[in-house]
């Protein structure tokens, strides 16, 4: 088995396209990658072939900066995992890719994505020595049940929100508002005192993959005040909750309505999982992160378990970049 690693130049973009769509894998995309690309994130497209024909496809990022000409950083960025096209062969491949990745000699591996990763292989990332393995879940809706059954397998307190917030009058639109979502964002993460996404980001996500269609926007009204937001990445048969957002002292039931006729409405197009993205396992009831997830939860999705991690081969050059390097690496994200 042959891997080759192409940029965003060389790689079959139709091709590459083909697998990760018919995998549902939105972080997989050439348009994800066009997304994420930076002077200091550089998208590789990783292809694993037997005997000619492509049986693996992984798309990870170099986050590189050289210093002189014999001292340089290479963090590699897994955002999620990998493509099997050949299942038969799933460990032989993944083996392949791994090494594809340890011959370009990084300082560490980043290999954690709440939202998007859904690696469930904990044995590989013990094997290959990672520093860290972190568990966690995401609660994941099967939309091919009826509307009825979607309907009754949500808690009756979310459901009872959920009338409340009709009777209201609060209403769910998909917007092309970034601007203002960005706004309703920076509020919601003021009151964690945490950072939110950057603009860039969410602008640079929108603009490549909404005209592939594979993210969509929508507020949550209720006349013209903007209660509440969810900004959804669409690929394949899967529909993932990336982001959220909403307003200080929301209407009663805003979000749980906002996210309810998004079931709705991916089930009618045609789309099979609704990906919460993401659920913290073992945390304390008094914690903002159990909050989030009992709010996920009680829409019904099944909780499926998911690890991810990180391995560092240089200390050394790893806690330089920590320290000096990665403060310009956060700022880029906002120029």
């Not at 509020?187 to 950072?195: L, V």
């Amino acid at each position: 088995m042959n891997t080759t690693i192409y940029n965003i130049k060389t790689i079959n973009k139709n091709r590459w396209n083909k697998v990760s769509i018919e995998k549902s894998n939105v972080c997989q995309t050439y348009e994800w990658a066009l997304a994420c690309r930076s002077v200091f994130n550089e998208p590789l497209f990783i292809v694993a072939e037997d005997n000619g024909n492509w049986v693996g496809a992984w798309l990870v990022f170099n986050n590189s900066v050289k210093i002189l000409p014999s001292f340089f950083t290479k963090e590699i960025n897994i955002l999620s995992e990998p493509l099997i096209i050949d299942e038969a062969q799933s460990e032989i491949i993944v083996e392949a890719f791994w090494e594809a990745i340890e011959r370009m000699r990084p300082i560490s591996v980043a290999w954690l994505n709440y939202a998007n990763s859904r690696w469930k292989g904990s044995q590989f990332l013990k094997d290959k020595k990672f520093n860290e393995v972190i568990e966690y879940g995401s609660h994941i809706l099967d939309l091919c049940k009826s509307e009825e059954v979607l309907w009754e397998s949500i808690h009756g307190k979310h459901r009872n929100v959920i009338r409340k917030a009709e009777k209201e009058g609060i209403i769910v639109e998909e917007t092309d508002d970034i601007e203002s979502y960005y706004c309703l964002s920076e509020e919601t993460y003021r009151r964690s005192e945490a950072n939110g996404p950057a603009y860039k980001t969410l602008r640079k996500v929108y603009n490549y993959l909404n005209p592939a269609g594979m993210c969509k926007v929508f507020f949550a009204r209720q006349g013209d005040k903007l209660a509440a937001g969810a900004y959804m990445l669409l690929c394949g048969g899967r529909v993932t909750y990336w982001h959220g957002a909403s307003c200080n002292n929301p209407p009663t039931g805003a979000a749980n309505l906002l996210h309810w006729e998004m079931i709705r409405g991916f089930k009618n197009e045609g789309y099979r999982w609704y990906d919460f993205g993401g659920a913290a396992l073992n945390v304390d009831e008094k914690n903002k992160e159990r909050s989030i997830t009992r709010f996920k939860e009680r829409f019904g999705g099944d909780l499926e378990i998911f690890f991810g991690g990180s391995k560092i081969y240089s200390p050394l050059r790893k806690g330089f970049q920590d320290k000096a390097i990665r403060p310009v690496l956060m700022l880029s994200k906002y120029f």
